[in-house]
Nanobody, 122 residues
Framework: VQLQASGGGLVQAGDSLRLSCAAS????????MGWFRQAPGKEREFVSA????????DYADSVKGRFTISRDNAKNTVYLQMDNLKPEDTAVYYC????????????????WGQGTLVTVSS
């Protein structure tokens, strides 16, 4: 599976962005999908994940209530809608996929996208 993330950019605090991650290759619907981020000087951290059908989602406490993950299996794409962005959300955002939720959630997925930079100014 190849993952291509897009949608990052420079925004002001309080603005919104929607990230997309397009997958190619093997059956997208077989994979749990997620988003991680890495801020300058910090380790990569979990942001959100979604089950194969999209019926269950999981969020880091820092983004709960502001970010929404979704997927469109017909389009082989997972999204991350980010609202009320804060300067501390500034990071490179990576999409990831795995056939097991536990491995994805631990941050050791089978597949990583290349990352897209989100910068939030105050």
């Amino acid at each position: 599976v190849q993952l291509q993330a897009s949608g990052g950019g420079l925004v002001q605090a309080g603005d919104s962005l929607r990230l997309s991650c397009a997958a190619s290759g093997r059956a997208f619907g077989n994979y749990f999908m997620g988003w991680f981020r890495q801020a300058p000087g910090k380790e990569r951290e979990f942001v959100s994940a979604i089950t194969r059908s999209g019926s269950v989602t999981d969020y880091a406490d820092s983004v709960k209530g502001r970010f929404t993950i979704s997927r469109d299996n017909a389009k082989n794409t997972v999204y991350l809608q980010m609202d009320n962005l804060k300067p501390e959300d500034t990071a490179v955002y990576y999409c990831a996929g795995d056939q097991t939720f536990a491995r994805l959630r631990r941050g050791v997925p089978q597949y990583w996208g290349q990352g897209t930079l989100v910068t939030v100014s105050s």
